[in-house]
């Protein structure tokens, strides 16, 4: 299968301050990225979608301005939680395709801890 | 509204015991249904991807199973080692956002030795 990789796979900040996460896809081209988030004991749920070239597609809900998405290239995706607070404490996941409209492959995650 | 409902909650197992696990599923147009294995602190790990009513797919101990409303993963003489998270995903036809899965609350299975 395909491989997507995060880094890092845990942080831990001060409230207030603001946490890059990455998310590389190692073996093939990725136009789209997905961002997931999964609270304790919960699944997973949509945050944004990452286009390369172009402005990222939030969910509903979603506030743009906390979580900035950039997608540089057509292998790195970059997730900025801005002003961290404790509830934004959470496992973020990132997820790509190979294929438009194929499997996703997750990347291992990032445990965000907010202090 | 589309949703996806897994059961159980969590499933406890002897070694050798074969179950099932089930995902219901409400959706404008079926795309896709996944099932992911997600061990804890990890990111979901593919396993099967079924689209029509019908299809069957295997992998090793894992049977992958799909009807009009729900899906089955059965699991034969399990190990230990299959203990984790089994995730169900729907892909809706009706989204533009291919990449936008809908997950399930997942079913925690152990597997006792």
């Known amino acids: 299968g395909a491989v997507v990789s995060q880094h890092p796979s845990w942080v831990i900040c001060k409230s207030g301050t603001s946490v890059k996460i990455e998310c590389r896809s190692l073996d093939f081209q990725a136009t789209t990225m997905f961002w997931y988030r999964q609270f304790p004991k919960q699944s997973l749920m949509l945050m944004a979608t990452s286009n390369e070239g172009s402005k990222a597609t939030y969910e509903q809900g979603v506030e743009k301005d906390k979580f900035l998405i950039n997608h540089a290239s057509l292998t790195l995706s970059t997730l900025t939680v801005t002003s961290a607070h404790p509830e934004d404490s959470s496992f973020y996941i990132c997820?790509?395709?190979?294929?438009?409209?194929?499997?996703?492959?997750f990347g291992e995650g990032s445990r965000l801890t907010v202090l | 509204e589309d949703q996806v409902t897994q059961s159980p909650e969590a499933l406890r197992l002897q070694e050798g015991e074969s179950s099932s696990l089930n995902c219901s599923y409400t959706v404008s147009g079926l795309r896709g249904l996944f099932w992911y294995r997600q061990d804890p602190g990890k990111g979901p790990e593919f396993l099967f991807t079924l689209y029509s009513a019908g299809e069957e797919k295997e992998k090793e101990r894992l049977k992958a199973t799909l009807t009009k409303k729900e899906s089955f993963l059965h699991i034969t003489a399990p190990k230990p080692e299959d203990s984790a998270t089994y995730l169900c995903a729907v892909q809706a036809g009706i989204s533009s956002n291919t990449g936008k899965l809908i997950f399930g609350q997942g079913t925690t299975l152990q597997v006792k030795p």
């Open positions: 997820s790509a395709s190979p294929l438009p409209g194929g499997e996703l492959f």
